[in-house]
């Protein structure tokens, strides 16, 4: 980063429970770790912010954490006192203060505003990545920055080691073994099928529950909190209570928030990796296990458009029959469809999708990363400035 731009702005609004300021926090970290930039992260959401990183002091309005300046962004916020940063980032659909956007139209040179857009496999996001956009109401102009699953979009956010240390918590035993026993599972190994189940609710849950429960090999399926864990707390209520349950050969385990570090562990330690949103799924694409996104649901039944064109894209070098069991079980997890059917063939293909997960990885690892390509985006833009000043 030139020494010019030293100063980002990041704006969070927690929207969907811990997606938008997953994605914010990891981004705002890498920034400052790899790229040496001063990050302003400013949230308006401190409570859901400190489930996944317990270090945030919830009241306070101000606090530095991993080298990121936390900021609270709330209606007192009087925004005349703050300085306004050389590079905003208006993150996932929130919209900045307008009069931190005044501010930044009285800069003597105005900030690069970048609007960083939500996951998208469509193929007008290629089309937009990087486009400008005037505003109406100021003289400022920001910019479309879509994340996504090519060499013409953002790319993924993924730090430069991820992958190396993934690669040694996988063959390191005691590392694992600590890990499961951190989360209370002393016997993990007796577990044929590791299963990590985070998503929304769904209405026919109880039907694949049923059908682990009747396995032939033992199950351990871990949820951590959020819609589905209260759902099957609901469906059996002693896990409230004792937060694992046995029912025939499924053990169902409710997970505590845990750090976005131990997240990713959990996903690099299951078999399978059920996630949903945008973070989570992300990262299951960086831990190469098979995996089911459940998608954000959207009126008129929008998201399944989205969902099409990922799984389109997903699949379009898998086998033809391994790409039709893959898309059943997506359409059915999304669509909630009767499970047991297509989980069953689905599984039954877990060692090939695990094998072409390794591939997808390495085609995404090759588009670069979302935060070094942010970086290089800005500095070509600043360069651009001055060379036309």
């Known amino acids: 980063m030139t020494t010019s731009l030293p100063r980002w702005d990041i704006f969070c609004a927690v929207v969907d429970n811990f997606g938008d300021i997953g994605i914010c926090w990891r981004l705002s970290r890498q920034l400052v770790a790899e790229h040496g930039i001063a990050v302003r992260l400013w949230v308006d959401d401190l409570a859901s912010f400190q489930k996944i990183c317990a270090g945030v002091d919830s009241t306070k309005m101000q606090q530095q954490l991993q080298g990121v300046t936390i900021r609270c962004w709330s209606a007192d916020t009087d925004w005349?006192?703050?300085?306004?940063?050389?590079?905003?980032?208006e993150a996932l659909a929130c919209t900045i203060p307008l009069a931190y956007q005044q501010a930044m139209a009285?800069?003597?040179?105005?900030?690069?505003?970048l609007n960083l857009e939500y996951l998208?496999?469509?193929?007008w996001v290629e089309g937009c990545h990087a486009l400008p956009s005037p505003q109406p109401h100021l003289p400022l102009q920001k910019y479309f920055f879509f994340p996504g699953f090519t060499a013409a979009t953002g790319g993924l956010l993924q730090e430069a080691n991820l992958q190396q240390q993934a690669a040694a918590f996988n063959t390191d035993k005691m590392a694992q073994q600590a890990f499961w026993a951190a989360l209370g599972i002393s016997d993990s190994a007796r577990f044929t099928q590791k299963i990590s189940l985070f998503g929304y609710d769904h209405q026919q849950i109880a039907s694949?529950?049923?059908?682990?429960?009747?396995?032939?090999?033992?199950?351990l399926c871990l949820v951590p909190e959020g819609a589905l864990a209260q759902q099957l707390t609901l469906l059996h209520p002693a896990l409230a209570a004792t937060r694992s349950l046995t029912l025939g050969a499924l053990t169902l385990q409710i997970l505590p928030f845990m750090p976005q570090e131990d997240y990713d562990k959990l996903l690099w330690a299951c078999d399978i990796n059920f996630v949903r949103g945008e973070d989570s799924v992300i990262r299951a694409h960086w831990a190469a296990k098979p995996f089911i996104w459940q998608i954000y649901r959207q009126a008129e039944q929008a998201h399944l458009d989205k969902l099409q064109a990922f799984m389109q894209r997903y699949c379009v070098q898998m086998p033809a029959e391994l790409a039709t069991v893959v898309q059943r079980f997506w359409l059915d997890w999304n669509t909630d469809a009767e499970l047991a059917d297509s989980w069953q063939k689905f599984s039954a293909n877990c060692a090939q999708i695990a094998d072409y997960n390794q591939h997808w990885r390495t085609q995404l690892t090759a588009n670069g990363d979302l935060a070094s390509n942010l970086v290089h985006f800005v500095e070509k833009k600043f360069i651009m400035r001055r060379n036309f000043s």
């Open 106 to 113: 009285q800069q003597s040179s105005a900030p690069l505003w």
């Open 208 to 219: 694949l529950l049923q059908y682990w429960q009747g396995a032939e090999a033992e199950v």
């Open 120 to 123: 998208s496999a469509e193929q």
């Open 80 to 89: 005349a006192k703050e300085q306004v940063a050389d590079v905003v980032i």
